[in-house]
């Protein structure tokens, strides 16, 4: 989030709003559309190196403290091939609030309870992609549709990287 300062008060403003600005703006504005017709190969936007996962078999508990030890807000769930079969994000810590004990759930179990508590009906095996070939326009619509905060890039099955509103925003900041 950003706190803006305008006509003597504070306005926080969040990523989300800044990314869906920027998507907004690219109708009208020729330089945004041309930065966002960019491929995800071409921009080299996101993180590339050392993406933090963990196995299927792991409790949610290790899950959020690979997060916070890594401090990063997502982590892709695998199975024994290193397919990627789901993701749990900082915000489904919010399910343990009625329980402490629910951390103890298998990762993918935790997260689709946590997804029927919040009235989000993607599943727990859905994961929300994208390739090196897809343009950054695309991946803006994919994460605003399915209200997420990172994309993972996959080659062939496997994790390539991944790409978050702040590497977006990071990103137009070069460009603009």
Known sequence: HIAVFHDQKYQI???RALVEAIHHASNDDEQ??????FTIKESSIGTRK???SCKESCIAR????????YDITSIPIVNDS????????ASDI?????DI???EENVISYIQKSRNDAGISRSANTVVTCTNDDTLLSVLKKMKYECVHHIYILKDDAIE????FIDILKFFSVKI
């Open 13 to 15: 403003v969040s990523q």
């Open 32 to 37: 945004i559309g041309n930065i966002l017709s």
């Open 50 to 52: 050392n993406i933090i």
């Open 62 to 69: 290790s899950a959020f403290e690979l997060m916070s030890a």
């Open 82 to 89: 290193e397919k990627m079969i789901g993701v749990i994000s």
């Open 94 to 98: 919010l399910y343990s609030r009625y």
């Open 101 to 103: 004990k629910f951390l």
């Open 161 to 164: 990287g991944v790409i978050s």
